[in-house]
Every structure is written in structure tokens, then in C-alpha cells.
């Protein structure tokens, strides 16, 4: 029997959703905008998100998106990763929140590492830890919102 999503998650999926198709969606029209004549200048408040280091952002038009590479896979994983858990809320907590801490390794080894200047990664190595990495906050998030439900206890 399949399960449903509680009241709870489905109030804080569709929060938590709306944060990568707002961000994502601004930050492709300011790609699109400069692309076609704007100031580079639209950019700047993507800073709040991103460092939007241009040889580090993926590209639009022609121009870099005003989020990286790794930020833009990780908007893209935690949308995916929420839309996967609504889809198969059988999934357990514990299973998705270790999931969840094994993902973000990579993504932290290639931060960490090409910060001190150990090494310089990619794009596309960036794009795919960060998308892992969004993929299983976004499946555990929902399942840690669920699982005082589950256990019968209601939340305050």
C-alpha cells in the first residue's frame, strides 16, 4: 500500500521547493537578460547564494550563470531529491540521513581541496558532487519532517 506524504512534509516540500525553482529560475533569466544586452551588474545579488566565480559557472547563452557550477546541481538535486521522496515516502530516515552525510563527502573533498590549492576541479566534477549532494538532502529532509509522524508522535 502506498504511503502518503503528512500534512507537515507537504507544507515544508513545497517551501523547500520553491527555494531551487526560485533560484534557479532567476538566475537563468539573469543569464538570458545579459545575454541579451543587460549589465553584468544583475549578478551581483546571486552573491548572497553563490561566489558566482564566472570560469566556475556553467554557461547560458554565451554567458556564465551567476551561480556556479556545483550551486546550480545542488539546487537542481534538492528539487529532484524532494520530488523522488514524495514519490516513495517509504523511505526510511536513518537510511537517507546516512546517505545524506556519505554524499556530501565528495563534494566536500573537492571544495576543500581545491580551496588550498591542492588541486583545481571541474566543472563537471563539480556539477556532480553537487547534484548527489542536493539528491540526498532533498530525499532526507523530507523523511526527517515525516518521521515523528510515522512514529505516532505529532509534532507541536
Not at 507544507?11 to 525553482?21: K, Q, S, T, V
Not at 552525510?101 to 580551496?115: E, F, N, R, S
Request: glycine fraction near 10%; proline fraction near 6%.
Amino acid at each position: 500500500m502506498a504511503q502518503s506524504l503528512g500534512r507537515n512534509a507537504r507544507i515544508a516540500g513545497l517551501a523547500f521547493i520553491a527555494i531551487p525553482i526560485f533560484i534557479l529560475g532567476t538566475s537563468v533569466l539573469c543569464s538570458w537578460a545579459i545575454a541579451h544586452g543587460a549589465a553584468p551588474g544583475w549578478r551581483i545579488p546571486f552573491r548572497i547564494f553563490c561566489h558566482g566565480i564566472p570560469d566556475r559557472c556553467l554557461l547560458l547563452w554565451g554567458v556564465p550563470m551567476p551561480i556556479c557550477a556545483r550551486c546550480t546541481a545542488i539546487y537542481i538535486g534538492l528539487f529532484a531529491g524532494l520530488v523522488a521522496f514524495a514519490a516513495m515516502p517509504w523511505m526510511r530516515e536513518d537510511v537517507l540521513r546516512i546517505a545524506m552525510y556519505a554524499a556530501v563527502v565528495p563534494l566536500a573533498v573537492d571544495g576543500i581541496t581545491q580551496l588550498i590549492h591542492l588541486r583545481e576541479s571541474t566543472n563537471t566534477l563539480r556539477f556532480g558532487t553537487g547534484l548527489v549532494a542536493g539528491l540526498a538532502f532533498g530525499l532526507w529532509v523530507l523523511s526527517a519532517i515525516e518521521k515523528p509522524e510515522r512514529h505516532g508522535l505529532r509534532s507541536p
